[in-house]
T-cell receptor, first 114, second 115 residues
């Protein structure tokens, strides 16, 4: 089955700096890569996603890159703000017998220091 | 359009009791996923259901755990004879359709504590 590894597990940055979270996946059939943000006591919320036919996608301060050959993808947050503090999960998804099976990374706890 | 609703938000059960977790998907969504999250860990897939059908339960323990998504009403994750190791946050997600990798929306979760 799919295996998704995520690094680092914790990340502290100064407000205004950039944060980068990296993930690798094992199943070359995975074709959809969402990123979720989970705030304390809440459910994960999709913040950005990328499909396998795209190498990069940007949405304001958030960008994601995908390298299919190397099977890794990354989340970039620029000009970080204290409200960006949360746990971020990457995920890899593939069509599995008629539905999308999603495998999550282990999460990165991001702390933005004011 | 209300989001995915899970209840209860917090559930305390003594060892050996049964736990019933409910998930009402977003309006119009017919695909439901259940995940378990242990403290300081990621989300682990448990089961995927469509209306009246279990499609994939490969992530669910073979004993004590069951799930259903009836034609009417919420999806139910049922844990019989709970043990301390069942303490975790259980999240439900729903999606409109799997085609085109449609976004899955998560509920707020149910935090189960077994004492």
């Amino acid at each position: 089955g799919e295996n998704v590894e995520q690094h680092p597990s914790t990340l502290s940055v100064q407000e205004g700096d950039s944060a980068v979270i990296k993930c690798t996946y094992s199943d070359s059939a995975s074709n959809y890569f969402p990123w979720y943000k989970q705030e304390l006591g809440k459910g994960p919320q999709l913040i950005i996603d990328i499909r396998s036919n795209v190498g990069e996608k940007k949405d304001q301060r958030i960008a994601v890159t995908l390298n299919k050959t190397a099977k890794h993808f990354s989340l970039h947050i620029t000009e970080t703000q204290p409200e960006d503090s949360a746990v971020y999960f990457c995920a890899a998804s593939r069509d599995s017998g008629g539905y999308q099976k999603v495998t999550f990374g282990t999460g990165t706890k991001l702390q933005v220091i004011p | 359009n209300a989001g995915v609703m899970q209840n209860p938000r917090h559930l305390v059960r003594r060892r050996g009791q049964e736990a019933r977790l409910r998930c009402s998907p977003m309006k119009g969504h017919s695909h439901v996923y259940w995940y378990r999250q242990l403290p300081e860990e990621g989300l682990k897939f448990m089961v995927y259901l469509q209306k009246e059908n279990i499609i994939d339960e490969s992530g669910m323990p073979k004993e004590r755990f069951s799930a259903e998504f009836p034609k009417e009403g919420p999806s139910i994750l049922r844990i019989q004879q709970v043990v301390r190791g069942d303490s975790a946050a259980y999240f439900c997600a729903s999606s409109l359709d799997y085609r085109g990798n449609t976004e899955a929306f998560f509920g707020q979760g149910t935090r189960l504590t077994v004492v």
